[in-house]
């Protein structure tokens, strides 16, 4: 080739790839419609968060209780923050993060409605729990008043432990002794007033967070067992349930030895 031909060349193959470069430059920072989470703060529902009882319950003789029943949450960035292509790509690598669609975490794309809505659903959880375990112990709603405080934690996924939290304080394992047999125990899922437990997202986080914080068992929905199982802690069992009988049953078992489900 010509040597007056091959400098032109060369210097348009190096814009060209200095081209490419940028455009991967600018991708590789550009934002992008997902959200990064992480394992999130767990709540003892028997106890304290940020310094304030979880649970204040009037009407009934409330027991004295020993063991932990820890609500598990994850950690998001914020619903009007995207992250870059680079950040997706180190959290899919990284076995403590999930990368997932940023509508999955927050329906609402404005933030302020999205914070409306989770702590919408933080209080009908709430209601639903007091509901749950009431029924469940035979006690009546007019007289047995229950607050529950969990601070600035929202959505509907601790109903399950709010649920069990209310009932051990009332009534324990019914004989006298706590749910938990003195242990840490943790979980997640929703509760409706019948006592139906429902899957809820983020279940391989929230199991970190559990182990992190000293659970040894984890009462997981039924038909998220699959999902549970992806990186689980060495040392954390799983318990699935689908009602709060299930739960009660399965806690009592572990207590004494019996048989136990498991995923």
Not at 153 to 167: C, E, V
């Amino acid at each position: 080739m010509p040597p007056a031909l091959t400098a032109p060349k060369t210097r348009a193959l190096g814009l060209c790839g200095a081209l490419v470069v940028a455009l991967f430059a600018v991708a590789a920072f550009a934002p992008l419609p997902f959200t990064l989470t992480q394992p999130g703060v767990t709540a003892d529902t028997l106890g304290t968060y940020q310094g304030r009882p979880v649970l204040t319950i009037t009407g009934a003789p409330v027991r004295v209780t020993d063991g932990q029943l820890r609500a598990t949450t994850i950690s998001a960035t914020n619903a009007g923050e995207r992250i870059s292509l680079r950040r997706a790509l180190d959290g899919w690598l990284n076995e403590d993060e999930a990368v997932v669609p940023t509508d999955l975490v927050y329906p609402e794309p404005d933030p302020a409605d999205a914070e409306q809505e989770t702590a919408r659903q933080m209080t009908e959880s709430q209601d639903s729990a007091t509901a749950a375990a009431l029924n469940y112990l035979h006690l009546s709603p007019e007289q047995v008043k229950v607050k529950v405080d969990l601070g600035d934690i929202g959505g509907p996924s601790a109903g399950q432990m709010l649920t069990l939290g209310i009932i051990d304080k009332l009534s324990g394992n019914g004989r006298g002794g706590d749910l938990t047999a003195g242990h840490t125990v943790a979980g997640t899922g929703t509760v409706d007033a019948d006592g139906k437990i429902g899957a809820v997202g983020g279940v391989p986080l929230k199991t970190q967070a559990a182990a992190r914080d000293g659970a040894t068992v984890f009462l997981v929905p039924a038909q998220e067992c699959s999902d549970a199982k992806v990186n689980l802690p060495e040392g954390l069992r799983l318990v699935p349930v689908t009602t709060v009988g299930e739960s009660v049953a399965a806690l009592n078992a572990l207590a004494e030895g019996g048989t136990v489900p498991t995923c």
